[in-house]
């Protein structure tokens, strides 16, 4: 049988029916969750299930991950056929849709109710997070100035937990929570602002070699209490002269110091005009991203109408590039179909050549023919007899 | 080069925004004296409704006479205390009857809402010097200047447990306008409190 809408009437007849030797499908979408376990029911009874399609089908594949990120929301990750659009969406509406390239793609989904589904043309796939992040917090080490305090109001804004010291005098801090118990069980990630973090600088490698995060703003990076965790050098300062943070792209017009050279192992994350702005690296089991800004609170004082909420989402970004990020199992759903062809090719092997399926359809036609000439032998038979006044 | 802090003075259109010119450079001297925070030598004035407000997130306002905004200060005002700047205000009259408590406060309840009193147990009292007892007394409350109030509270406007607005009717502009020089003539620099308020500002 050719797969029309109509498959789920045609496994039901064919499960109501006695019992067939083979059964041969020939699909022009990728079968759902609820088709392929019928058809591997069926073989399961005794049934020779093989199957067949029109022709290509997309091998589409969905993971779904929470984001690092207090507001929530999750980041979808699919493999589709190279330059497939795709449509994301969740049970209530289409969210987005984007073309991919021979990488795959990933999309950020700030609010939707899971599980995700992507479809490319009639294939759809569908899935949701197995996990969820534990809440960690995010300790900020500086001076007493314009931009500890708002990395700390960005963070917290978010709805990060934010532990602080802020150096005001010598001997003295502005403390908030308790910034010196630094430990995974706790601590997602630093962030060394200034000079002012070089007293910690011994813990803060222990912590970030045990999986901790660090992010390091360019004064702390070229500390030599920090070189062996930043990512790279530190260039001279330097300061657009004619942009205004108000501008689009609000980072282009901070000051900046770029991050060179880049050390062994380090990767650019972020360009400016040709320069690396900001930069991660592996050390231990922990990550380090290195920002070649220090006046990020300009973008959110000067920026343009939703520069504060950029702010905010950018330092989640950079914090969550470098968190240590702990999860907690959860259940989940028995409804989702994360790769539903591979999971056709799990359940029923591999396709079989469509000249099998003409064969097998060959053969069920053999036996009804058969049957017909086998009956329309029996009544030659009666007739003749009846002429001849046989009894 | 890290920023440092610039001490701000704002200008406004209506009033005797100039009627203190000697605070900035004594509180300016008493950050630097105290603390450890980079601070610029200098400060500057900034008008109200320019983009430049947004370059210094604590500004200091004050005058004796009515305060009336244009609505470019009140929206930029807004927008201010929006994003995160802190305004500290203080009667140059001392006195809760005089035109520029009446005009200002209604004006700071049209940007950023009603001010309220500040309880003397509130972190600007420690976050720096302590000031058990609140908001210290100036000499011009115990002269019987002005409405011949000892005010024992400030007022402020509180978001998100932040302040966004610091009212004083204790008139710490005449307080400390006075040249910085002059601090080693008292037995307790009465510009303390002055220093809290920036390192509040720069940490909360």
């Known amino acids: 049988m050719v797969a029309q809408n109509g498959l789920a009437v045609a496994l039901a007849a064919w499960t109501a029916a006695p019992p067939a030797d083979t059964l041969h499908v020939h699909v022009d979408h990728v079968l759902d969750g609820q088709e392929r376990d019928w058809l591997r029911a069926l073989s399961s009874a005794g049934t020779t299930v093989s199957w067949s399609a029109r022709s290509t089908l997309p091998a589409l594949a969905l993971e779904v991950q929470p984001r690092d990120d207090p507001m929530g929301g999750v980041t979808a990750r699919v493999a589709a056929p190279r330059s497939a659009r795709v449509q994301v969406g969740d049970a209530a509406s289409p969210i987005d849709s984007m073309v991919l390239d021979a990488r795959g793609g990933a999309i950020t989904v700030p609010i939707a109710s899971q599980p995700l589904s992507v479809r490319v043309g009639s294939s759809q796939a569908t899935a949701a997070s197995a996990d969820s992040l534990l809440a960690r917090r995010v300790v900020v080490l500086g001076r007493g100035g314009w931009e500890g305090k708002f990395v700390i109001a960005a963070l917290e804004e978010r709805g990060w937990l934010v532990d602080a010291r802020l150096a005001v005098a010598p001997g003295i801090d502005v403390t908030q929570g308790t910034p010196e118990m630094l430990d995974t069980s706790r601590v997602a990630a630093v962030i060394a602002l200034d000079s002012a973090a070089d007293r910690d600088a011994s813990r803060i490698g222990a912590f970030v070699r045990s999986g901790g995060g660090l992010v390091l703003e360019p004064e702390a990076a070229g500390r030599p209490a920090f070189v062996g965790l930043a990512a790279g050098g530190v260039a001279r300062r330097e300061r657009p002269a004619s942009i205004t943070v108000a501008d689009a792209a609000p980072r282009r017009a901070l000051a900046m110091s770029a991050i060179a050279p880049l050390h062994a192992g380090a990767v650019a994350i972020e360009w400016r005009d040709g320069r690396v702005a900001a930069a991660a690296r592996r050390v231990g089991a922990g990550r380090v991203i290195q920002l070649a800004y220090d006046e990020s609170w300009r973008w959110r004082m000067s920026g343009g109408e939703g520069s504060m909420e950029a702010h905010r989402r950018w330092w989640t970004q950079v914090v969550g590039a470098a968190a240590y990020q702990a999860f907690a199992h959860t259940a989940t759903s028995s409804a989702t179909d994360a790769a539903p062809l591979a999971s056709l090719y799990a359940a029923l092997g591999a396709p079989r050549p469509a000249l099998d399926a003409g064969a097998t359809a060959e053969r069920h036609g053999l036996h009804l023919w058969m049957i017909f000439a086998l009956g329309a032998m029996l009544l030659a038979e009666w007739g003749s007899r009846r002429l001849r006044g046989a009894p | ?204």
């Open chain 2, 1 to 204: 080069m890290v920023s440092e802090f610039v001490f701000a003075t704002v200008q406004y259109e209506s009033g005797d925004w100039d009627s203190a010119p000697l605070v900035p450079a004594n509180l300016i001297d008493s950050v630097a004296r105290y603390t450890s925070i980079p601070v610029s030598p200098t400060g500057v004035i900034v008008p109200l409704s320019s983009p430049d407000l947004m370059r210094y997130p604590l500004v200091y306002l004050t005058g004796h006479l009515p305060v009336r905004l244009s609505d470019a200060e009140r929206r930029s005002l807004a927008r201010y205390l929006d994003r995160g700047g802190m305004l500290f205000v203080d009667d140059h009259n001392h006195d809760v009857d005089g035109q520029f408590h009446k005009t200002v406060t209604d004006e700071i309840r049209r940007a950023a809402g009603p001010l309220v009193e500040l309880p003397n147990t509130h972190p600007l009292y420690t976050t720096f010097f302590h000031f058990d007892d609140g908001p210290p007394t100036t000499s011009q409350e115990l002269n019987g200047w002005g409405d011949n109030l000892v005010h024992r509270h400030l007022m402020a406007v509180v978001r998100g447990g932040r302040i966004v607005v610091l009212y004083s009717n204790k008139d710490y502009s005449s307080e400390w306008g006075y040249h910085p020089e002059n601090k080693r003539f008292l037995s307790v620099d009465n510009t303390r409190l002055g220093v809290n308020i920036v390192v509040y500002a720069l940490t909360r």
